[in-house]
């Protein structure tokens, strides 16, 4: 496990690899949005939001964080919170396209009744960042252990449509053993395109 972790960390903080961003992709941003998310074995679904953002430290690498809220069912009284905070770091693979890793302390609670109940675990995540003209395309995987054989693999995946230099738009998917996520989210980009 510790050999996991430490292999983690120096993929977070891109040891021994070049960390320029690509052209026209930033890591200072704040995003927020609606989720639709479904618990497949509860046959739950739920609306809620997501706020988030990241900021670039230095040289190819950024702080992140980000929490989502749902609340699910007219009347179930269950809702799930997920915060998690980390660093990442950005490797330029072409003028338009980024390798991006990170590792993450995460915290999830969820409340049942008037019940709740909350973890705390470790994610780590792998995934490429394009730009094509206006077009952001983000592809990712998340390892996130909770302990307790709490783990699990998290597949997902965005787009934002830049309408100017600093503000877009876009869908956001994820999909793992528990269920979907999918909605849409509004940027604002406070760093250089």
């Keep these: 496990m510790r050999k996991h972790l430490a292999l983690g960390a120096a993929l977070a903080l891109g040891l021994g690899t070049q960390a320029f961003a690509a052209d026209g992709l930033s890591y200072n941003l704040i995003e927020g949005g609606y989720i639709r998310g479904e618990v497949d074995d509860l046959g739950l679904e739920g609306d809620g939001f997501s706020i988030?953002?990241?900021?670039?430290?230095?040289?190819?690498?950024?702080?992140?964080?980000?929490?989502?809220?749902?609340?699910?069912?007219?009347?179930?009284?269950?809702?799930?919170?997920?915060?998690?905070?980390?660093?990442?770091?950005?490797?330029?693979?072409?003028?338009?396209l980024d390798l991006v890793s990170g590792v993450s302390w995460e915290r999830i609670e969820v409340k049942a009744s008037g019940v709740s109940v909350s973890d705390?675990?470790?994610?780590?995540?792998?995934?490429?960042r394009g730009v094509f003209d206006r077009l952001e395309l983000t592809g990712t995987v998340k390892?996130?252990?909770?302990?307790?054989?709490?783990?699990?693999?998290t597949l997902g995946a965005s787009g934002?449509?830049?309408f100017t230099d600093a503000f877009a738009a876009g869908p956001d998917i994820s999909h793992n053993d528990d269920g979907t996520n999918w909605g849409i989210s509004f940027r604002y980009d406070f760093g250089k395109r």
Excluded: C, K, M
């Design 143 to 153: 390892y996130s252990d909770f302990g307790h054989n709490t783990n699990d693999f």
């Design 52 to 96: 988030g953002g990241s900021v670039e430290l230095g040289q190819g690498v950024f702080g992140f964080a980000s929490v989502n809220d749902i609340e699910y069912g007219d009347n179930s009284g269950i809702s799930s919170n997920l915060f998690n905070a980390g660093l990442g770091s950005h490797w330029s693979l072409s003028p338009t």
């Design 160 to 162: 934002r449509y830049y």
């Design 120 to 128: 705390d675990g470790i994610g780590l995540n792998v995934g490429l």
